[in-house]
């Protein structure tokens, strides 16, 4: 007989520092999601690098919950933010509307996995809790230090669909957005998956792959594999691509040394070079348990179709060698829908304080939603590269 739910206490208490909660009690909670970004290994790196702090714009106030015993029975993952970056659910637009009219728009509270835009449970329950108890504590707990700290609103993004669906019924505002997934369909191999698709686009991606691979060595280096002379060239193709994407990259060299040191098992890096030369590219993926998650891509010389070879084909590659169901490969691009990666649907959840803004955002989001639903049904029926009826696995097409 499964044992009744554990029931929480109403008091929630709220954490400058994950340090303060400790990874025994924070990993009781989030280890059994199998999600890599909210691990407090991976938090925790966060904030000891430094990429994540007040001076940055992402001040920690994790939020714990306590059972009937006194220990932990959920966490969430919650920061005082003094901008809107780093976030890639955007709200500039409300921001500004807001701030025209007389408000203040910041600071606010930002539920997340800081510079992440990767689905994953974000109000998050011990699995012998009640689960209504604790997203109920912490939700409610969310909402109070947000009045308390006169913050303007209180964002959830990226939270499994469940979540989002029982925030939408106690009052949160719903969301809904799109990225490009890859799913495994029970493949054995490369050819396989490519025994799916048309044939245009079977011998469109063959032909890619030749192009992108001729002349390169190209490695996947995860665990002990890992030094940090590979860290040293990622870090340079991750500055030269974030300095030119977002002006300012998120995250620093310490980052990157602490991820070594604590989840080197969680990386999957993929680097490329000619024999003999330097590296020239690569590709940084963390495994989770039942997905592949795709988080940054940095050159420092042009190749045709490398950025395909090592962020989307190889991610494939390794996907199905690791028996993953999934890969996400990170925010917007509707390229990578010729490359097997259908639109897929992702969530958030606001609740803003003053009505005179809350009213039109829930108008917008209303109509927003209708439009995204309808783009990922048109974007699938016309664009999806596979067919109907798959080829037999490895033809020669």
């Not at 308390?148 to 959830?156: M, N, Q």
């Not at 940084?284 to 988080?295: A, E, P, V, W």
Request: aromatic residues 10%; contains cysteine; glycine residues 10%.
């Amino acid at each position: 007989m499964t044992p009744d739910p554990i029931g929480v206490q109403s008091a929630v208490r709220v954490h400058r520092a994950i340090g303060e909660i400790g990874k025994a009690a924070w990993d009781a909670c989030a280890g059994q999601t199998g999600d890599p970004f909210v691990s407090y290994d991976f938090l925790s790196i966060l904030e000891e690098s430094g990429c994540v702090s007040a001076r940055t714009g992402w001040a920690p106030h994790h939020l714990t919950v306590d059972d009937e015993a006194g220990a932990v029975a959920g966490v969430m993952p919650l920061y005082l933010k003094s901008h809107s970056q780093g976030e890639y659910v955007f709200d500039h637009a409300w921001a500004d509307a807001y701030e025209r009219a007389g408000g203040r728009y910041y600071p606010k509270l930002q539920c997340s996995s800081p510079f992440s835009p990767v689905t994953g449970s974000r109000l998050i329950v011990r699995p012998d809790v009640d689960v209504d108890e604790g997203r109920s504590a912490l939700l409610g707990g969310a909402l109070t230090l947000c009045e308390r700290l006169g913050a303007s609103s209180l964002h959830v993004t990226f939270p499994v669909e469940d979540e989002w669906r029982w925030m939408g019924e106690r009052g949160m505002l719903p969301r809904q957005d799109q990225q490009y997934h890859w799913e495994n369909q029970g493949y054995a191999a490369f050819d396989d998956f490519l025994a799916a698709l048309s044939a245009n686009r079977r011998k469109t991606i063959r032909r890619e792959r030749r192009d992108a691979q001729d002349g390169l060595e190209i490695v996947a280096l995860t665990g002990d594999a890992l030094t940090e002379e590979h860290w040293d060239a990622f870090f340079a193709f991750y500055m030269d691509t974030g300095g030119r994407k977002w002006g300012r990259p998120y995250l620093n060299r310490r980052f990157f040394s602490l991820l070594h040191e604590r989840m080197a098992d969680k990386v999957l890096l993929i680097l490329a070079r000619r024999p003999g030369g330097p590296w020239i590219a690569g590709a940084l993926n963390l495994i989770g348990r039942d997905c592949l998650y795709g988080r940054h891509w940095g050159c420092v010389e042009d190749v045709p179709f490398l950025h395909f070879e090592l962020c989307y084909y190889q991610a494939i590659e390794h996907a199905i060698r690791l028996g993953l169901p999934r890969v996400e490969a990170g925010a917007q691009g509707q390229h990578k829908i010729a490359r097997g990666y259908l639109p897929s649907a992702v969530y958030s959840a606001h609740w803003i304080a003053d009505p005179a803004l809350r009213e039109p955002v829930a108008r917008y989001l209303e109509r927003e939603r209708e439009a995204v639903e309808s783009d990922i049904e048109m974007l699938t029926e016309e664009f999806s590269p596979f067919r109907h009826t798959p080829d037999p696995p490895r033809d020669g097409g």
